[in-house]
């Protein structure tokens, strides 16, 4: 490796080859299980301190590629390098080492926090698990962070069912930040609030992403929020990403068509500069029984033959931007 293949290297936090997560189906006596195609062969890597987005439809499997990077499922194949590091067939032992600097935000709030715990203990918890701190330092360290998010240190002695949405939210993200990890996987962590604490939340991301110079791997389905939080874009159709490229880019000059439709649903208070909705027609492959060639084929306004007899390669167009769709080959 070149010094300067090795210096590019190290910008990565995060490099994801070939990640594939596959869900087995019992077919019934004396026939081979079902396999169903959740993620299967995506790409990915994350600068330090930046923040890429994932987005799609629902099922798409954007959720499953968080989780699998994390190990909370275990990958079906493929690699997963964490700071340079291969983490992908390493023991859970080996794991917890790693589990400090990669923490992950839950979509609900109220589910991922125990009813049954204060929120001092919720957030003490994991530093007891790592070994960190005394009780006094335990202690000083919950009330600077929960005064990072934005709630009072009174709060230790609440439980959840006592907050807000919003405020259990912040509890997430204090829990998440506690052990000063440098990678993030917000897993939709605004989607279950309502539209007028989301501003706050995603301000609040913003803030502390620049404090503590973090790395965000953020999965959404608001194309509006996504836009004023990411530095890089991917957009994922049934278990693939079809497209990526700088967020900017990305919104002023979408190449892949499912990009386009997605695009084009975006509200905008701004009527003469609406582009013209984009209807998409037909149905959504399985992701057990695959087409094969290109998945969004069937409802795709610009298919051509070739797109339903062979997969399009992943591959760059411009500078940074990424497609899969043989309009660009």
């Known amino acids: 490796m070149t010094a300067e293949t090795k210096s590019k290297a190290e910008s990565f936090i995060l490099d994801v080859q070939g990640l594939k997560k596959h869900f087995y189906i019992p077919a019934g006596l004396f026939k081979k299980p079902k396999a169903v195609h959740a993620v299967d062969g995506v790409d990915l890597k994350i600068e330090k301190g930046s923040v890429l987005s994932l987005v799609g439809e629902s099922g798409c499997g954007k959720s499953t590629t968080g989780r699998c990077i994390l190990r909370l499922l275990e990958p079906t194949s493929g690699r997963i390098e964490f700071e340079n590091n291969n983490i992908t067939s390493i023991t859970q032992h080996e794991l ?3 589990r400090q600097r ?6 609900d709030p109220y589910a991922s926090l125990n009813p049954r715990m204060t929120v001092g203990s919720i957030l003490e918890e ?7 701190g005394n009780k006094a330092e335990r202690k000083e360290r919950i009330s600077s962070i929960l005064e990072k998010v934005g709630l009072e240190k009174e709060s230790t002695g609440k439980y959840p069912h006592e907050f807000s949405g919003g405020q259990r939210q912040r509890i997430g993200i204090a829990r998440a930040l506690i052990l000063n990890p440098v990678l993030i996987v917000a897993d939709e962590p605004i989607s279950a609030l309502d539209v007028s604490i989301q501003a706050q939340i995603i301000n609040l991301l913003e803030d502390l992403q620049e404090e503590f110079q973090l790395s965000f791997f953020f ?17 994922m159709y049934l278990g693939k990403i079809v497209e990526m490229a700088d967020a900017n880019e990305l919104y002023k000059r979408p190449q892949h068509p499912y990009t386009e439709a997605l695009l084009s649903a975006i509200l905008t208070a701004d009527v003469k500069g609406k582009k013209k909705r984009i209807s998409l027609e037909g149905d959504i492959p399985s992701p057990i029984d695959l087409p094969r060639g290109c998945r969004f084929y069937s409802r795709c306004p610009k298919r051509m033959k070739i797109c339903q007899e062979r997969e399009p390669e992943f591959r760059e167009t411009d500078k940074g931007h990424f497609v899969a769709c043989y309009l660009y080959e």
């Open 96 to 98: 917890r080492a790693y």
């Open 102 to 107: 990669m923490q992950i935000i839950f979509q």
């Open 126 to 132: 994991p530093l007891i698990i790592h070994g960190i």
């Open 219 to 235: 999965i959404a389905h608001d194309l509006n929020i996504v836009r004023h939080f990411s530095d890089r874009v991917a957009v």
